[in-house]
């Protein structure tokens, strides 16, 4: 006895068939044009705001730190410094684990002075590669 498969079936045979085989091909295209672009970080400082109910009270300074190289980097120090009047105020660091390839990793950093808009700096002082 042969089974004949009916026109739903050949049409979800396709579908099926052209995602694996476009899945294949991109992850060859993507393993074979690979480039080892050294690591370059870069840091932007989002908007400060007021811890509420904790003793002592302080201002919490999201930073987010992104990877556009092609390198894993691990242990990335970042100094956060609050500059009022061309004068050094408070000056913070903080470290991140590991910042992937082509990827970012959030943070946060606390300051006891409250900071104004183009008060703060940010700058990466080092990573290690693992």
Not at 2 to 17: C, D, I, Q
């Amino acid at each position: 006895m042969t089974v004949r498969k009916n026109w739903l079936e050949w049409s979800v045979f396709a579908v099926g068939l052209a995602l694996v085989l476009g899945i294949v091909g991109f992850l060859l295209v993507h393993a074979l044009h690979h480039e080892d672009r050294p690591p370059r970080l870069g840091v932007t400082v989002g908007e400060a705001w007021r811890s509420e109910g904790v003793e002592p009270p302080h201002f919490v300074v999201p930073v987010t730190v992104t990877n556009h190289g092609d390198r894993t980097v691990a242990d990335v120090h970042v100094e956060v410094t609050l500059v009022r009047d061309g004068a050094l105020l408070e000056r913070t660091e903080l470290t991140l684990p590991e910042v992937p390839r082509r990827s970012g990793r959030a943070g946060a950093s606390t300051l006891q002075h409250e900071p104004a808009p183009g008060q703060l700096r940010a700058r990466v002082l080092g990573y290690s590669e693992p």
